[in-house]
């Protein structure tokens, strides 16, 4: 460590313009003063440093070069600080960098010691390296010691650079708190004026991480252990010494730290612990499942390695991903009453469609239905976030949604979302709408059966009625079918007659119109969703579902034919024999429908059925001929009719309401109805197909 006093010429009382031969008389005489082996050996190193080449270029930038020998050892005589401050202040570079060094050795305060950092690294800023080689050889040109070269004054120049910084942090650590005093420098003097690439600087910088190297891998260590036992335990203690362990050593790490963040770089020491500290985090979150632990490391790390370049993108990317988990973590709890209830509502929704018919959607209701509305009416609060209160309103819609598609039931799935738009006040306008869609859709559906059950009776002015307010309801293509079905109408109140089969078409397009609504877009995507069972099949024109096939023995004068589609005009016998018949076949099929599959299938027939046998013109005498048929061919209509709509589907399983994890997608199948046409509890009185109205012929 530097040390003036120590310096070969101070030592010998000689200077770096003195001779050769006015060291050796300088020794001599200084030896027989000595009063100690000791003293002559210290004596003997001076005279041989003066006389080696490297370290005579270490004791000239050492000593007081700038001053005229009189005034070096006038100088040399200072013992109090301000005498040493006085020196400093009336020279110049080396000579001045030595006194401050030296007046620094005898300051006691911190503000003092702080102001003379600041002092040497002005001063080290001014000192050129070819200015001081000039000055040694001008030196050594009168003492005959011969010249030196620039280079080797420009590393010695290095060493006492590093000797004064190794001195500076050494007496700050001696006299205040040398990590708050350095870290203060850096912060408020030589970041800010952009210094810290100044040579002393970093000389300062690497003698603060070697003066404190040790200190800080035991504070490393500290740390680790104490985090090692909070995650064994857990315990709010073991976090607590783990915080303040962690602290400590970012209190020493804060100046290393500070220097590399101003490079660009990641600081060593730090970057190392960071890693071991995120490691730890991790393996909380991914194997225990300890989600709020890893939150409060991962904050705690977020702060401690605020300077560390690359751990902060990590740490804030960790940090999102665990309060998201968090945020679903306690949502789910929140939830849990209202999931489970709906869950177990789904499981056996004959039983859920019945409850709510007899008792409806309150408390009082048999489980579950009446805690799926008591953990609804919980959520209804202020005190929660409209996220979680929407998310109920998701949940209590998904039953709603398979209440419609897997059980038709049209009046309970309305009253669901009748009570949900009732409180809609406690939503974001984006459930709203979506409630409103849903309303408006299940409205447009009972909507048409009421339509079915009116034109079936010949209420055609009720009918009239019902159809315009559909038409309020209704969008896109729906618009078009629901003003054909109006203009029928209204042919039928004027003229009071309308054959029994174009009747039969009309009635026909009302069942398939029914499933229009199917693949239509909602405005948002609920976050708890179910799986239906299958979307409504689109059958072809000509497809077998509209042709079943018919025992090989019937008779040549009993064949059918298929009717051409959208055909219009006369059918032959056989065309109106198929007619006829597989209004027969439709109808038994009807009440066979028993899934959403056979009702897809159903459907896909009547379309197909309505396409051909919707508006025709025949001859009496075949109509009378097909009708004394029908008898004879019950029962092979009724096998024909069980083709139609197939076998029935196994129980559908349901997948039960979930919520989103951490690198997971939750894809989303419920953001519509899947709007079917008719309940496995047929009712006749909503029956479309009757074969034996009245008919126009010619």
Known sequence: MFDLRENPFVVLGVTPRSTKADVNEAFEDALLDAHDVNEERRLNLARQALFTPNERVTAE???LLELRPAEARKALTSKAFEQWFEVAESTQGVAKANSLIEAMGRCKDTAACRSLTMNLLDCWSGITPHDIWLQINEARSISDFGSVSETDVGRGLDRLRHAHAEKTIGLLDGNSDLPAVFTDLLEAEIIPTDRVGEKFATALVASYTQHTSGALANAADRSLESLQDFVRSG????????????????????????????????????????????????????????????????????????????AQTQLRED?????????????????????????????????????????????????????????????????LPIELRDDGARILRGLAVELFNERQDILNAKSLTAFLASDGRWFSPEVNAQIADDDRELAKNLGMQHLQSAMKGGEWKRAKEICSELLTLASGSEVADLRNINQI??????????????????????????????????????????????????????????????????????????????????????????????????????????SFQQQSNFNAAITDYNSRCGSFQYDHRDMATVRSEIDQVRDQLNTDAAAIVGPGDATPSYRQPTYPGIGTDNDDTSNGYNFGTDSSESDDSADPLNPYGEADGY
């Open 489 to 594: 109408i209204e042919e039928k109140i004027r003229s009071r007659r309308t054959s029994q089969f174009v009747w039969g078409g009309i009635a026909a397009l009302v069942i398939g119109f029914l499933v229009f609504s199917d693949d239509k877009p909602s405005s948002y995507d609920p976050d708890y969703s179910y799986e239906p069972m299958s979307d409504s099949v689109e059958m072809p024109a000509d497809s077998g579902v509209a042709a079943p096939s018919f025992p090989t023995d019937t008779s040549a004068d009993e064949q059918e034919e298929i009717a051409p589609s959208f055909g219009g005009g006369t059918l032959s016998l056989p065309q109106l024999r198929y007619c006829i018949l597989q209004g027969e076949r439709l109808d038994a099929a009807r009440s066979m429908v028993d």
């Open 319 to 383: 940090s999102e991903t665990l309060d998201e988990i968090l945020e679903h973590s306690a949502k789910a709890k929140v939830l849990a009453p209202l999931v489970d209830a709906v869950a177990e509502a789904r499981n056996d929704l004959y039983w859920t469609s019945k409850h709510l018919t007899k008792h409806g959607f309150v408390t009082s209701a048999p489980d579950p239905i009446g805690r799926i509305r008591k953990s609804f009416d919980g959520l209804l609060t202020p005190d």
């Open 61 to 63: 930038l050492g000593y």
């Open 235 to 310: 315990s709010e203690k073991a976090f607590s010494d783990f915080e303040n362990e962690l602290s400590s050593w970012d209190r020493l790490a804060q100046p290393l730290q500070l220097a590399s963040q101003t490079k660009g770089a990641d600081e060593l020491h730090s970057q190392e612990l960071y890693e071991k500290v995120r490691s730890h985090s991790l393996a909380l979150a991914n194997e225990e499942a300890r989600h709020a632990d890893a939150a409060r490391i991962t904050r705690l790390a977020e702060s401690i390695f605020a300077e560390l370049p690359s």
